[in-house]
C-alpha cells in the first residue's frame, strides 16, 4: 500500500471491506432508490478537524498547514525522505526538483490538499491555492 492510500485511511477511515458472495448465501437484493429523487451523498470529511486533533493527540507543535512532513508526523505516519519519495511518486510528481527540497515539500501538501478535496475531503481554501 502506497504513503497515499495510508494517508486517505487516517483521513477518510478505512473503506469498508465487501463480503465474500456464494451463491448459497447470497440474499435477495433490494434497493432504496425512489425514482425521480436524488440520494444525497455523505457529507464531505472536514480534513481540518482531523488534521487538528490529529496534532493535538500528539503533543507536539506541528504546522500541517504548511509542511508535509508536519502533516505526516501528525497522522503517525513515516515522514522520512524514502516516505516523501514514495508519496511523489503516488502523486505522479513530474517536476525537477531535488528530493527534500522546499519547492517538493510544498509541492507534495498543496498536491496532497487537492486530492483529499477531490475524495470527498473538505479542505480550507487557503490550502487549496
Known amino acids: 500500500m ?19 458472495k456464494t451463491a448459497a448465501a447470497t440474499p435477495a437484493v433490494t434497493s432504496n432508490y425512489t425514482p425521480g429523487m436524488v440520494q444525497k451523498a455523505s457529507a464531505p470529511v472536514d480534513v481540518e478537524a482531523i488534521l487538528e486533533a490529529a ?12 509542511s508535509i512532513v508536519d502533516m505526516m508526523k501528525a497522522l503517525n505516519l513515516d515522514s522520512s525522505l524514502a516516505a516523501r519519495k514514495e508519496l ?6 513530474t517536476g525537477s526538483a531535488a528530493d527534500g527540497s522546499p519547492e ?6 498543496k498536491e ?7 475524495n470527498g475531503g473538505k479542505v480550507p481554501k487557503e490550502l487549496l491555492s
Open 2 to 20: 502506497g504513503i497515499l492510500n495510508s494517508i486517505k485511511e487516517k483521513i477518510f477511515g478505512k473503506p469498508a471491506e465487501e463480503p465474500v
Open 55 to 66: 496534532v493535538e493527540a500528539t503533543g507536539q507543535k506541528l504546522d500541517w498547514r504548511n
Open 88 to 93: 511523489a511518486a503516488d502523486l505522479n510528481y
Open 104 to 109: 517538493k515539500n510544498v509541492w507534495l501538501h
Open 112 to 118: 496532497l490538499m487537492k486530492v483529499l478535496a477531490e
